[in-house]
């Protein structure tokens, strides 16, 4: 299990920071994890499983 910051959530899904935030309210991209006052990550299998969804979603897993 691994926490991964914005920038690697970014790099990996392709996303932008607004978009992420976007597809999070509305409920379509995995929750982030406070991990402080100021500072949050994502479960990487969480972000892992939304990539893969998206590929089954194509047809193409």
């Known amino acids: 299990m691994r926490f991964i910051k ?7 899904t392709g996303l932008g920071r607004s978009t992420i935030y976007k ?3 509305k409920g379509e991209f995995p929750k982030s994890i406070s991990l402080g006052e100021r500072a ?6 969480e972000v892992h499983d939304w990539m893969m969804a998206k590929l089954e979603e ?3 897993a």
């Open 6 to 12: 914005l920038k690697e959530v970014m790099e990996c």
């Open 23 to 25: 597809y999070i309210e």
């Open 40 to 45: 949050v990550a994502w479960l990487e299998s």
């Open 58 to 60: 194509r047809g193409t």
